[in-house]
């Protein structure tokens, strides 16, 4: 098979392909009910343009077409040539039909005021087969999503805005729900959904957009909420925790006031009493605007409030474990008089009775039993006896 063969056999696959797409394009359900409707004037707007803008590339890949298959007729006319044709003649003549600009497609109408007298109404422009399939190529390719647009609009538009309906319903409740004190965004009614889907679908999609944005400030509503619940909670139990630091720091300071005297009392730190009502005031105060939905606001107080909570928490626990400390000291010299005495028994068994010791142990049990206890000097009465008691065992 020769060149100019094989160049016919392409065109000719290529004008079957282009055949049967058309074909099955302007055939297609879709494409008959909307052409009705045009014909009717059911459109308006938006797809009342884009719908004729569809019919008329169809039709123009028509004439198109017919254009495109007259060449490649005459190309396998020239072909096959005759018995007085030569074979690079039939070459030559194949090639100009199909790679030349053998094609004198209609183009604009050439306004009256720019012809000459014997110009035609309606221009022609020359091209070749290649450029005249390129240009029906983008037409088919307009007509056919543009077709697809209207029939998938038509389709789904109604389902598209109940679930639009659905969504903008949810987003409400959530927003009644938190109470949430911003504007709701309308939810305009679009008009005229079976004459302009394509609009309406616009329409849609910036209800969605809206609804998208919506939904955004919500979800970050919804967490400052509990992120200031949380917060809230948080700062109940410390207050709880610093109301029972400050009863414990009470009972330890009047038990230290019993054994040591009032200087033993007041040489202790403080518990942060004095905060508390500030603190349980200003809680009180976040809880109220978290009643009435102003979670930023709670959250930047519990920020602050937090801090002089943990400051607080650390100074009462401070302070009670001092008050504690004291008392737990009284007791452990308590613990060691008893300690001494049994080891004083234990020699007492072995050797002779000693006066010295009986005297420091009679002055040590008034002065455990004294009120304020001297702490000081009951140490050293202890160490004292401590050291007498080592003397003995020796």
Same mark, same amino acid.
């Given at each position: 098979?020769?060149?100019?063969?094989?160049?016919?056999?392409?065109?000719?696959?290529?004008?079957?392909?282009?055949?049967?797409?058309?074909?099955?394009?302007?055939?297609?359900?879709?494409?008959?009910?909307?052409?009705?409707?045009?014909?009717?004037?059911?459109?308006?707007?938006?797809?009342?343009?884009?719908?004729?803008?569809?019919?008329?590339?169809?039709?123009?890949?028509?004439?198109?077409?017919?254009?495109?298959?007259?060449?490649?007729?005459?190309?396998?006319?020239?072909?096959?040539?005759?018995?007085?044709?030569?074979?690079?003649?039939?070459?030559?003549?194949?090639?100009?039909?199909?790679?030349?600009?053998?094609?004198?497609?209609?183009?604009?109408?050439?306004?009256?005021?720019?012809?000459?007298?014997?110009?035609?109404?309606?221009?022609?422009?020359?091209?070749?087969?290649?450029?005249?399939?390129?240009?029906?190529?983008?037409?088919?390719?307009?007509?056919?999503?543009?077709?697809?647009?209207?029939?998938?609009?038509?389709?789904?538009?109604?389902?598209?805005?109940?679930?639009?309906?659905?969504?903008?319903?949810?987003?409400?409740?959530?927003?009644?729900?938190?109470?949430?004190?911003?504007?709701?965004?309308?939810?305009?009614?679009?008009?005229?959904?079976?004459?302009?889907?394509?609009?309406?679908?616009?329409?849609?999609?910036?209800?969605?957009?809206?609804?998208?944005?919506?939904?955004?400030?919500?979800?970050?509503?919804?967490?400052?909420?509990?992120?200031?619940?949380? &917060? $809230?909670? @948080?700062?109940?139990? /410390? %207050?709880? =925790?610093?109301?029972?630091?400050?009863? #414990?720091?009470? +009972?330890? *300071? !009047?038990?230290?006031?019993?054994?040591?005297?009032?200087?033993?009392?007041?040489?202790?730190?403080?518990?942060?009493?004095?905060?508390?009502?500030?603190?349980?005031?200003?809680?009180?105060?976040?809880?109220?605007?978290?009643?009435?939905?102003?979670?930023?606001?709670?959250?930047? &107080? $519990?920020? @602050?409030?937090?801090? /002089? %909570?943990? =400051?607080?928490?650390?100074?009462?626990? #401070?302070?009670? +474990?001092? *008050? !504690?400390?004291?008392?737990?000291?009284?007791?452990?010299?308590?613990?060691?008089?008893?300690?001494?005495?049994?080891?004083?028994?234990?020699?007492?068994?072995?050797?002779?009775?000693?006066?010295?010791?009986?005297?420091?142990?009679?002055?040590?049990?008034?002065?455990?039993?004294?009120?304020?206890?001297?702490?000081?000097?009951?140490?050293?009465?202890?160490?004292?006896?401590?050291?007498?008691?080592?003397?003995?065992?020796?």
């Amino acid at each position: 098979m020769s060149d100019v063969e094989d160049l016919v056999a392409v065109w000719q696959a290529r004008l079957a392909a282009v055949t049967a797409n058309i074909n099955e394009l302007s055939s297609a359900e879709s494409t008959k009910r909307i052409r009705i409707r045009t014909r009717e004037g059911h459109y308006t707007g938006v797809t009342k343009r884009r719908a004729e803008a569809a019919l008329a590339s169809l039709s123009s890949l028509s004439d198109d077409y017919l254009l495109l298959a007259r060449v490649v007729d005459e190309a396998l006319e020239a072909q096959r040539g005759g018995l007085f044709v030569s074979r690079e003649m039939r070459r030559e003549k194949v090639l100009a039909l199909l790679e030349g600009a053998s094609i004198a497609r209609p183009s604009k109408a050439v306004p009256l005021k720019n012809r000459t007298l014997l110009e035609a109404a309606v221009g022609h422009a020359s091209m070749t087969p290649a450029d005249l399939l390129a240009q029906m190529q983008s037409s088919f390719e307009a007509a056919r999503d543009a077709l697809a647009d209207i029939d998938g609009a038509e389709s789904t538009t109604q389902t598209e805005l109940a679930q639009l309906h659905s969504e903008y319903a949810s987003l409400d409740a959530r927003a009644s729900r938190i109470k949430s004190a911003t504007e709701r965004p309308s939810f305009v009614e679009l008009q005229g959904l079976q004459a302009d889907p394509l609009n309406a679908r616009a329409g849609m999609a910036s209800i969605g957009r809206g609804l998208a944005a919506w939904a955004t400030m919500l979800d970050r509503l919804e967490s400052s909420q509990a992120q200031a619940s949380a &917060g $809230l909670a @948080r700062a109940k139990t /410390a %207050l709880a =925790e610093l109301r029972g630091l400050s009863t #414990a720091w009470q +009972a330890s *300071a !009047q038990q230290v006031q019993m054994l040591l005297g009032a200087a033993g009392a007041q040489s202790l730190t403080h518990a942060p009493t004095d905060q508390l009502s500030m603190l349980e005031s200003w809680c009180d105060t976040l809880e109220g605007s978290l009643k009435v939905g102003q979670w930023d606001a709670v959250n930047v &107080g $519990l920020s @602050r409030i937090e801090v /002089a %909570l943990d =400051e607080a928490l650390t100074r009462g626990k #401070a302070a009670v +474990a001092e *008050a !504690q400390a004291r008392c737990a000291e009284v007791e452990e010299m308590k613990g060691q008089f008893t300690a001494l005495k049994a080891k004083e028994r234990a020699l007492s068994a072995q050797l002779r009775r000693d006066v010295d010791s009986e005297a420091l142990r009679e002055r040590i049990s008034l002065a455990l039993a004294a009120r304020p206890l001297d702490v000081a000097a009951t140490r050293a009465w202890l160490k004292q006896y401590q050291n007498l008691l080592l003397t003995l065992s020796h």
